[in-house]
């Protein structure tokens, strides 16, 4: 058998330039990919608080605050603060609020209330500074001098009850000054608490509260 030449078919090799480009076009796609994976780590937390917080709502655990779904964002109202001057009401955005609406002559549930509202804040210990305390006064009037002390350290806004209207909801057979409000740290009233709460009361409120703290402290600091 007669030897036959050996063919060879010669391919063209990719230039530098190509290659380079395939190297770079592979690490950018791959620079991409990890810093998604990075963003998404970080991200984490906060989406699983949101949609614990959000979408999950501890319905069951959370018994004795009744959750307000949906929630009403604060309205774009003008409150008139102890020295006068007006302060638009979303400016108390970015803290956990607890609210008492009362009119200014502040009667013994109102008193019972502020009390029972500063003494809730304390015990929540080092997650207190989460949370400010506020007093929603439903008439015209200055407070009387003797809850100077009870206020220290509490907000008090003048906002008249029909414009609270468009907020905020007592229950059914109930007056809005009977009730105790949590407000969430974007501003959405969230939780109404029971009519007449006393001290029993405010321990269950407690446990609520620390669940809702609990599920927004990774995306939720202390301070505005």
Not at 10 to 27: A, F, I, K, N, Y
Request: proline share 6%; glycine share 8%; net charge neutral.
């Amino acid at each position: 058998m007669a030897d036959e030449p050996l063919g060879l078919t010669v391919h063209s090799m990719p230039t530098p330039e190509q290659t380079l480009g395939v190297s770079d076009e592979r690490r950018t796609r791959s620079g991409r990919i990890r810093m998604l994976l990075v963003m998404l780590i970080c991200a984490a937390p906060v989406i699983a608080s949101y949609f614990t917080y959000y979408v999950i709502k501890p319905h069951g655990s959370a018994g004795y605050g009744q959750l307000i779904d949906p929630q009403r964002p604060l309205p774009a109202l003008t409150a008139t603060a102890q020295d006068g001057k007006s302060v638009e009401l979303r400016s108390l955005k970015g803290q956990w609020l607890l609210v008492v609406v009362a009119k200014s002559g502040c009667d013994n549930l109102c008193e019972q209330y502020l009390y029972l509202q500063r003494q809730l804040r304390e015990s929540l210990g080092r997650e207190k500074d989460r949370l400010d305390r506020v007093w929603l006064v439903s008439d015209g009037a200055q407070p009387p001098a003797r809850l100077e002390a009870a206020l220290r350290g509490a907000t008090v806004l003048r906002v008249q009850q029909g414009q609270l209207a468009q907020w905020l909801e007592p229950a059914q057979g109930h007056q809005l000054d009977e009730h105790m409000y949590l407000v969430d740290p974007q501003g959405n009233w969230m939780m109404r608490f029971p009519a007449g709460m006393d001290a029993a009361g405010t321990a269950k409120a407690k446990r609520d509260i620390e669940r809702m703290l609990r599920a927004s402290a990774s995306w939720d600091e202390a301070g505005r």
